[in-house]
């Protein structure tokens, strides 16, 4: 049910005319940002459709002529050095700036991307002419992404931005631990324009400093999330990289990734039962912080990245939803609670609305598509495996985590 809702978010209220990912749909005011594409949404939103098919709710015929108008848009749209920027125009494909300098490349939001079209490729390659045509189509966008260019002429580190006006004037190197883990998969996985591995281990890695050898709730954190104080982060870190990125099984240096991704999703569940800011309505059946829409002091609606040390009062559906392979009993609690307790309140056209308190009886009945386009393709992890077994079975990713020195158990290398 929440799987086949959350679709519609993709589907049914896709950008009128790239057809990807809306940035936002805010149900009292439908035409607010109406044009803007969002480029890391979108690519969840590939994910979403994919796992719609595989589950009969979106007839396959259908899906492959959406995809193609998605990918030819991606094809036509700007690019930096082969990275798409973070916002786009629906209209044109022109850069919208995010940020007063940030009107270039964003690799973050570009992996994400190359994810889905990963997952497309190995979906549809065996498939009708039409279809082996549009895995072709996204081989050769995954391709096009100058992961190299990114490394600012040659450091040990990826950098998140570039743009043709302001260069690397952001400086936003990409280290560990947060969300962008498959950026360094992607860029050690591309057979065009791969990264050395010394950019995984001294950057990302921080020459070993990612690792945190502390508890929560007698929990290992595992992971040294940036900017926690040796908590954890919000829950989408344990998402976005994952989407295709199977944790299970999968070690390397530094870390099992699959007892890294329970322990976040356990540590952030005790939290909210622990409850240690007296939040009213928190508990075994209400729980999960991320970021998304918040609650303002004042009683406005915000935007915040909620978790053990930002609690808001403010919990967010996609937290638990999207965590149900780690934590399948605690979200399947939420799941009940959401539908069958609080639908009327809590689910609207495209699924379950982006955050709500119980503490001050607010709701906001918006949605973002960074926050809706992890719970279908979560879900369908924890079904079928779906897109994780896509992901995986790709013979450069393999070797990209081969290189950085992975490996995993449940897919054999």
Known sequence: MVQKDAIKYFWDYAETNSKLARERYHTDDPSNDANIVTTGGSGFGLMTILAGVDRGFIPRGEAVARLQTNLNFLE?????????????NGTNG?????????????????SFVCQALICIREYFKDGTEEEQALAQQADVLWQGVEWDWYTKGGENVLYWHWSPE???????QLEGYNE?????????????????EEAYHQGWARNGNITNGGQRYNIPVIFDYNGASSNVGPMFWSHYSYLGLDPRGLTDTYANYWDAVQNHTNIMYE???????QWEGYGENCWGLTASYTRNSNGSTGYSAHQPNNDRGVITPTAALSSYPYAPEKSLKFLRYLYEEKKDQLVGVAGPYDAFSPHYDWVTRRYL?????????MIENHRT???WNLFMQAPEVQQGLLNLGFSSSQHGF
């Open 76 to 88: 036509n749209a700007d690019r930096f050095h082969g990275a798409w920027p973070h916002w786009m």
């Open 94 to 110: 022109d850069v919208i700036p995010f940020g007063t300098k940030d009107n270039g490349g964003d690799l973050v939001e570009t």
């Open 166 to 172: 302001y260069e690397w004037e952001m400086n936003f």
């Open 180 to 196: 962008c883990l498959v950026t360094y998969i992607m860029a050690a996985a591309s057979p065009t324009h791969s990264i050395s």
């Open 271 to 277: 939290h909210c039962v622990a409850n240690p800011y």
């Open 369 to 377: 598509a960074i926050d809706q386009g992890t719970i279908v393709p």
């Open 385 to 387: 495996g779906l897109l």
